[in-house]
């Protein structure tokens, strides 16, 4: 029988397409529409949230420049105090606990603390 095929088709290929279900060819046409249609939803789900969290380069939210506006660039001088979490009003005093710990170094070479000097 398989000779018998090879006879009569040669070596190429075939398709028998039925009414109703689409050829091959078409659907070479119509999978890369549906992938990028399927793309521009999914982008459409993924982008407003990578803005929001600032995740993309070169691109702030509305709330980073909000946030931004507000930086006060006058406090160089002072140094600075570390605070766990950003509450919106930064801590501009020392607290108590941390007063005379600062670790400094020595014009001689060696670190000491400050409570030490």
Known sequence: ????WLKLFGSRRFC???PGKPRP???DKV????GG????WAASKV????????LIPGVGSDEYNKKAARIRYDH???GIVY????????IREMPPECAGKMYLKQKGGGWKLQSEM
């Not at 249609?37 to 521009?40: A, R």
């Not at 605070?83 to 930064?90: L, N, R, V």
């Open 1 to 4: 029988l398989k000779s018998s």
């Open 16 to 18: 028998i397409c039925l």
């Open 25 to 27: 060819a078409a659907m």
């Open 31 to 34: 999978m890369p529409v549906v």
């Open 37 to 40: 249609l399927v793309g521009l």
């Open 47 to 54: 982008l407003p949230v990578m803005y929001r969290w600032e």
């Open 76 to 78: 160089y001088t002072e």
């Open 83 to 90: 605070s766990p979490y950003d509450t919106g009003d930064p």
